[in-house]
Every structure is written in C-alpha cells, then in structure tokens.
C-alpha cells in the first residue's frame, strides 16, 4: 500500500459521502448517514466493515472496551461519522486514537450537519501513513 493508494480511496471515500449528502441534505441522525454511506461504498466496490470494536491493549492486557468505530473501508481507512453543529477537538482525538490503536493510516471525521461536506470533512493521517511509500 501507497500514500497515494490510500489518499485515492480517501478521495473516493470523499465522493461516496458528498452523494449521500447530495441526496439527503443534512439535519438527519447519524445512524441514517452511517447506513446509506455503508450502502454507497459497497455499491462501489469497497470492502466496509460498521461498528468495528476498537481493542484496547495496555501493559499486554486486553482491556474490554465499547469503543466502536463508525466504518472501516477497506482494512484501512476509519470513517467516523457526526451530525453535529460543531467539530470539537474531542471527536478528532478520538478519530486519532482510534487510528493508533488500530494501526491505520488514514482516518475521515466527516460531518453531515452542514450545507458541504468538502468544507466540513477533516482528513487525518499519522506515523503510519508517514512510513508507507509514495
């Protein structure tokens, strides 16, 4: 795997998201974006996995945990979804731990309360992404 691999399924990840948005505007709840962005990305071919439970191993321990995350596309990229009228800096670290924990190298915090998605959705990347190849 690429970066630029990766920032090309980033891309379409993007496109898939912004006609979902297209075609249901914003002022749903999550769960409704969350299954008609599923939908649109198998549509298109991608491997999607939903409420992936996110492993917390601390010291050797498997801690047990609820924390899930909104999609995974393709073994690579987290997708966390929000419907909310503000970003905070809470739900990019979470994006970012998810991430680590996980060992991925890009993650979308894309946010559907909005007029546009492209001016809205943050793309993350970390060490990860930092070793792949260009």
Not at 68 to 88: A, F, P
Request: with cysteine.
């Amino acid at each position: 795997m690429t970066k630029k691999e990766i920032t090309q399924l980033s891309y379409e990840i993007t496109g898939c998201a912004i006609e979902v948005h297209k075609i249901l505007g914003p002022g749903l709840l999550e769960s409704v974006y969350q299954k008609c962005l599923k939908h649109e990305l198998i549509k298109r071919g991608f491997h999607v996995q939903e409420h992936v439970v996110v492993p917390i191993i601390y010291d050797n321990l498997k801690i047990a945990s609820d924390l899930r995350l909104d999609l995974l596309v393709n073994n690579l990229i987290v997708v966390e979804l929000k419907t909310v009228e503000n970003i905070l800096p809470v739900h990019e670290a979470q994006l970012l731990t998810y991430m680590k924990l996980l060992k991925l190298p890009q993650g979308l915090l894309i946010n559907f309360y909005t007029d546009n998605i492209t001016k809205t959705l943050k793309p993350f990347v970390n060490e990860y992404f930092a070793e792949l190849p260009d």
